[in-house]
């Protein structure tokens, strides 16, 4: 299907600001704009930045949105009162979990298992019961869910309800039942069951992925229909988008029903962007790194695609969907730095968008990672956002030294510069996990730099880590918003299944695999997408007998179960480094159904010999060289393709600030990229 626009929008929410992008097809102009985030009001940040961009609503075909509301509400607890109606006899299964220690605290004998989002009291039992494979054992107690559902709202005062039976994966009737009666009797309360989320097996899985969904499920909806309503109130009707944590968008009505596919929307963009630009650019082994105000989120792509994982924990609990395969730590422009004793640590406390750095002049007293760009002089602050706000550059360096330097007898910029090794310390160990610990070597990937602060902190990441070599894109600060515009629209459908591979049919597969396209057609053509615009990707999960995790083969094009068998001992191999002679099995069928939207191209230069002319220098800290030096200051509107540069210098954006230091250097490709190389990569 091709979609032909005027202009598309698109707008990601942060910790610190807002950002808006807007693309305009029949110009091929690109506008970007921020405004401050705002916490109390989230919807209103979202207006104000599509007024500020001045997009024309009234000709804007598509709307694509990244909002971490649905994170935000988890992380700081302060989603809907939610309830659980389970079978009887299992109402303690959230609770009960795998009785696992997280791996941080394994050793820890004062370790306490964090909350959950349910209490007991607001989980009951109701008689039914299915078998394994999906037969009815006992029917549904339609009399007791009713009570329950009373019980729930009216006593324990919930306002959303996790409906999660055994083996609803093979039939999920009960629970389809469960929620028409709970549904019937509170029409205003959300309903959330399992089985719409995820037909895979894991009871405790399952039940956590539909509690964090009804306990995000009312603030989302809620929220989705404010800024839906301010939009069209300005003349937007069209299609409104919103990135799921795996990748793709679906529609703002599917993720109102299913919210917890949204929950790491905000990251999603940027990684969305980066898979375009890396194969646009020849680059598909990437290591991105997207630093903001408030964390930073760093993520693998090898071979053109992000690594996705089907296990991952929010808060110490699992969620059973697709997500990218991110590491969040806080390490971002506003995280603060303090003392623990004597030891200078960094984040993850975040000074967020109120107050902000002590720089912004809005009441901060904590000095934070932009507090300390500040003093090591890499951000100008009389040319901060364009010019639109202009930091206290005294106020920051203050708080530096009466926060940590005095305490530790040591100077503002040695504080400033210890602020930035603990951040890059913190850094390093999330990549490897990343990349070493499964079997990757970084130094054979490119890092993408973008967010706000990215483009200043990653070249010194690439220096420590050996990196050869840093991609800063056009716009980086506005990349993840970029990204959305680029995104197709994205559904995930699967099935379990656990037969041995000896036992297995190729013919068995394929008819799973055909029921599970026709979902998938079926859901994709009901939007408006042709059968030339859908691409399916069909998947298995597979394991050795006895082994608890699984690896993702490729089953597109099968021929034989032979086949089968020696693609997935490739990849444990490749995985693990070693084969077993143990038979195989598999556990879970995947469909990836992608509906192709049109994407903004990359505008391509032809390079010219022409050597720039800073616009001026600036007392900075080189990390090189281990003190305060001249760094040569460039604008990066003057930089023209083939344009290089040496280090130690200062490319300024109105956005964000590039930071490249005496051993290294910079040259602008074909697409308008700094491509930062040298550093210490011995």
Same mark, same amino acid.
């Not at 985030?37 to 109390?40: A, I, M, N, V």
């Not at 994982?309 to 808060?315: A, C, G, I």
């Given at each position: 299907m /091709?979609?032909?626009?005027?202009?598309?929008?698109?707008?990601?929410?942060? +910790?610190?600001?807002?950002d808006?992008?807007t693309?305009?097809?029949?110009?091929?102009?690109v506008t970007?704009?921020?405004a401050s985030?705002?916490?109390?009001e989230?919807?209103?940040?979202?207006v104000?930045?599509?007024?500020?961009?001045?997009?024309?609503?009234?000709?804007?075909?598509?709307f694509?949105?990244?909002?971490?509301?649905?994170?935000?509400?988890?992380?700081?607890?302060?989603?809907a009162?939610t309830?659980? $109606?389970?079978?009887e006899?299992?109402?303690?299964?959230?609770?009960?979990?795998?009785?696992?220690v997280?791996?941080?605290s394994?050793?820890?004998?004062?370790?306490?298992k964090?909350e959950?989002?349910?209490?007991?009291?607001?989980?009951?039992?109701?008689p +039914?019961?299915?078998?394994?494979?999906?037969?009815?054992v006992d029917?549904?107690?339609a009399?007791a869910v009713?009570?329950?559902?009373?019980?729930?709202?009216?006593?324990?005062?919930?306002e959303g309800?996790?409906?999660?039976?055994?083996?609803?994966y093979r039939n999920?009737?009960?629970?389809?039942?469960?929620?028409?009666?709970?549904?019937?009797?509170?029409?205003?309360?959300?309903?959330?069951i399992?089985?719409?989320i995820?037909?895979?097996?894991?009871?405790?899985e399952?039940?956590s992925?539909?509690? #964090?969904?009804?306990?995000?499920?009312?603030?989302?909806?809620?929220y989705?229909?404010?800024?839906?309503?301010?939009?069209?109130?300005r003349?937007?009707?069209?299609?409104?988008?919103i990135?799921?944590s795996?990748?793709?968008?679906?529609?703002a009505?599917r993720?109102?029903?299913?919210?917890?596919?949204t929950?790491?929307?905000?990251?999603?963009g940027?990684?969305?962007g980066?898979?375009?630009?890396?194969?646009?650019?020849?680059?598909?082994?990437l290591?991105?790194v997207?630093?903001?105000?408030?964390?930073?989120?760093?993520c693998? $792509?090898e071979?053109?695609?992000?690594?996705v994982?089907?296990?991952?924990?929010?808060?110490h609990?699992?969620?059973? $969907?697709p997500?990218?395969d991110?590491?969040?730590?806080?390490a971002?422009?506003g995280?603060?730095?303090?003392?623990?004793?004597e030891?200078?640590?960094?984040?993850?406390?975040?000074?967020?968008?109120d107050?902000?750095?002590?720089?912004?002049g809005?009441?901060? /007293?904590?000095?934070?990672v932009?507090?300390a760009?500040v003093?090591?002089?890499y951000v100008?602050?009389g040319?901060?956002?364009?010019g639109?706000m202009?930091?206290?550059?005294? +106020?920051?360096?203050g708080?530096?030294?009466?926060?940590?330097?005095?305490?530790?007898?040591?100077?503002?910029?040695?504080?400033?510069?210890?602020?930035?090794?603990? /951040?890059l310390?913190?850094?390093?160990?999330a990549i490897?996990?990343?990349?070493i610990?499964?079997?990757?070597?970084?130094r054979?990937?490119?890092?993408l730099s973008?967010g706000?602060?990215?483009?200043m902190?990653?070249?010194?990441?690439?220096?420590?880590?050996?990196?050869?070599?840093?991609?800063?894109?056009t716009?980086?600060?506005v990349?993840?918003a970029?990204? #959305?515009?680029?995104a197709?629209?994205v559904?995930d459908?699967?099935?379990?299944? $656990?037969?041995?591979l000896?036992?297995?049919?190729?013919?068995a597969?394929?008819?799973?695999f055909?029921a599970?396209?026709?979902?998938?057609?079926?859901t994709l053509?009901?939007?408006?997408?042709?059968?030339e615009?859908?691409?399916?990707?069909?998947?298995l999960?597979m394991?050795?007998?006895?082994?608890?995790h699984?690896?993702?083969v490729?089953?597109?094009?099968?021929?034989?179960?032979? =086949?089968?068998? =020696?693609?997935f001992e490739?990849?444990?191999?490749s995985?693990?480094?070693h084969?077993?002679d143990?038979?195989?099995?598999?556990?879970?069928q995947r469909?990836?159904?992608?509906?192709?939207?049109?994407?903004?191209?990359?505008?391509?230069e032809q390079?010219?010999d022409?050597?720039?002319?800073?616009?001026?220098?600036?007392?900075?800290?080189?990390?090189?060289?281990g003190e305060?030096?001249a760094?040569?200051?460039?604008d990066?509107?003057?930089?023209?393709?083939?344009?290089?540069l040496?280090?130690?210098?200062?490319?300024?954006?109105p956005?964000?600030?590039?930071?490249f230091?005496?051993?290294?250097?910079?040259?602008v490709?074909?697409y308008?990229?700094?491509?930062?190389?040298?550093?210490?990569t011995?």
């Open positions: /091709t979609r032909y626009v005027t202009e598309r929008l698109a707008v990601d929410i942060g +910790g610190t600001f807002v808006a992008i693309f305009d097809r029949s110009t091929r102009n970007v704009e921020k985030t705002t916490p109390d989230p919807a209103s940040g979202v104000s930045s599509v007024e500020k961009v001045d997009a024309t609503l009234e000709e804007t075909e598509a694509v949105h990244g909002t971490t509301l649905g994170l935000n509400a988890v992380l700081e607890r302060t989603g009162t309830g659980i $109606i389970t079978n006899g299992f109402r303690d299964v959230y609770e009960i979990g795998r009785t696992s997280e791996r941080e394994m050793y820890d004998i004062r370790y306490q964090p959950t989002l349910v209490d007991r009291r607001r989980r009951v039992g109701v +039914g019961r299915l078998d394994a494979t999906g037969e009815e029917p549904l107690d009399e009713r009570e329950a559902a009373t019980q729930l709202v009216e006593e324990r005062g919930v309800i996790a409906i999660c039976f055994l083996h609803s999920p009737a009960h629970e389809r039942e469960a929620a028409r009666i709970v549904r019937e009797a509170y029409p205003t309360v959300s309903v959330s399992s089985s719409d995820t037909r895979e097996y894991r009871e405790y399952r039940t992925t539909a509690v #964090m969904d009804a306990y995000i499920k009312p603030i989302f909806e809620t989705v229909d404010e800024v839906d309503e301010a939009l069209s109130a003349g937007f009707d069209a299609p409104f988008f990135t799921r795996g990748g793709g968008t679906l529609t009505d993720a109102t029903n299913a919210p917890v596919h929950i790491l929307s905000g990251p999603a940027g990684l969305i980066a898979s375009h630009v890396g194969r646009e650019t020849g680059r598909e082994n290591i991105t997207d630093v903001g105000g408030t964390s930073l989120d760093a693998v $792509i071979d053109g695609s992000p690594a994982k089907y296990d991952s924990r929010l808060e609990q699992p969620l059973q $969907i997500v990218y991110i590491r969040t730590i806080g971002g422009g995280s603060i730095a303090w003392l623990d004793g030891l200078l640590k960094v984040g993850p406390q975040s000074a967020g968008a107050p902000g750095p002590v720089a912004y809005q009441g901060g /007293t904590e000095p934070t932009t507090d760009a003093a090591l002089g100008d602050p040319d901060f956002l364009g639109e202009e930091l206290d550059a005294d +106020g920051a360096r708080a530096l030294e009466e926060t940590l330097a005095e305490p530790l007898g040591s100077s503002v910029t040695a504080v400033s510069r210890g602020i930035f090794d603990v /951040t310390a913190n850094t390093v160990g490897r996990e990343l990349t610990e499964k079997g990757l070597d970084p054979e990937f490119s890092m973008f706000g602060a990215g483009p902190l990653v070249p010194l990441l690439a220096r420590e880590m050996g990196v050869e070599e840093v991609v800063v894109p716009a980086p600060s990349f993840s970029l990204g #959305m515009l680029m197709d629209v559904y459908f699967s099935r379990t299944n $656990i037969e041995a000896t036992d297995l049919e190729v013919s597969l394929e008819s799973t055909d599970l396209d026709a979902e998938a057609i079926e053509t009901a939007e408006g997408f042709d059968a615009a859908i691409d399916l990707e069909h998947t999960e394991r050795y007998l006895g082994q608890e699984t690896v993702e490729d089953a597109n094009e099968l021929e034989s179960i032979a =086949d089968l068998g =020696d693609r490739a990849d444990h191999e995985r693990y480094g084969t077993m143990d038979p195989a099995e598999v556990v879970h469909v990836r159904a992608v509906g192709r939207n049109d994407k903004p191209p990359l505008e391509r390079p010219v022409v050597s720039p002319e800073p616009v001026g220098t600036r007392d900075a800290f080189c990390f090189a060289e305060r030096t760094f040569d200051v460039y990066r509107d003057d930089l023209r393709a083939g344009a290089q040496d280090g130690p210098a200062i490319v300024r954006e956005t964000t600030t590039i930071v230091h005496s051993d290294q250097t910079a040259t490709d074909e308008g990229q700094l491509v930062i190389t040298g550093g210490d011995a």
